[in-house]
Each structure stands twice: as C-alpha cells, then as structure tokens.
C-alpha cells in the first residue's frame, strides 16, 4: 500500500496563502489517483479537490473553485495543494488520500473511494 505524508500546514490570516505537499511512498505514484480532503472539528471529512493519474483532470469543490489549485509530479512522487485568499472557514486538517485504479481518466470525490490516507496537517486561518 502506498504510504502518504503531509506537509505545509500552519497559521495563516485570512487572505494568506499556503502550500501542501503530499509525499507518497511505497508505491508506484502515478498509478495512484489522488484528492485533498479536510476536516473540521466536530465534522465529517470533507471533499477538497482531485486530480487523475496524469494530472490531466482535475476537480474541486465549490468552496474552494478558483482559490485552490491542486498538482502533481509523478517524478517527484509529490501531490501539492496551492490554497490562496484563505479565509477562517478554511480551518480544518487537511488529508491526502491515494486511490490505486487502472482507469487514466477518472478522479474521485467521496472518501470510501480511497485506499490509503495521509495522517494529515493543521491549517488555521485567523481572521
């Protein structure tokens, strides 16, 4: 099973900006599609974004449309989120999630689609 690690959490004000990594592990990683999910205290883990195999598809939640950019580099085994004009209801711990499929083309948004998980990051917006 491919084993995933986040990165790139912390503190930020509302209109700040940070990066994610995702670095996968034991694994070939471009067999792997992949997705950004969070979660709020008191919760469920939400669906952020996600990207296929190749990176040639991409789709992300409408909360995060046009603020938040996923990417990948299968030759750095590295899945990134770029979040820009962070605002307060963006607080949450934010996974990666891999998912092992034969299919090019697909990306997957709800979390039962996943294999493995990230333990994830912290990031706090203040306002």
């Known amino acids: 099973q491919v084993q995933l690690v986040e990165s790139g959490g912390g503190l930020v004000q509302a209109g700040g900006s940070l990066r994610l990594s995702c670095a996968a592990s034991g694994r070939t990683f471009s067999n792997y599609a992949m997705g950004w999910f969070r979660q709020a205290p008191g919760k469920e883990r939400d669906f952020v974004a996600a990207?296929?195999?190749?990176?040639?598809?991409?789709y992300y939640s409408d909360s995060v449309k046009g603020r938040f950019t996923i990417s990948r580099d299968n030759a750095k085994n590295t899945l990134y989120l770029q979040m820009n004009s962070l605002k307060p209801e963006d607080t949450a711990v934010y996974y990666c999630?891999?998912?092992?499929?034969?299919?090019?083309?697909?990306?997957?948004?709800?979390?039962?689609?996943?294999?493995?998980w990230g333990l994830g990051t912290q990031v706090t917006v203040s306002s």
């Open positions: 999630a891999a998912k092992s499929t034969i299919r090019r083309s697909l990306y997957y948004i709800t979390v039962s689609d996943y294999d493995a």
């Open positions: 990207i296929t195999r190749n990176g040639d598809s991409i």
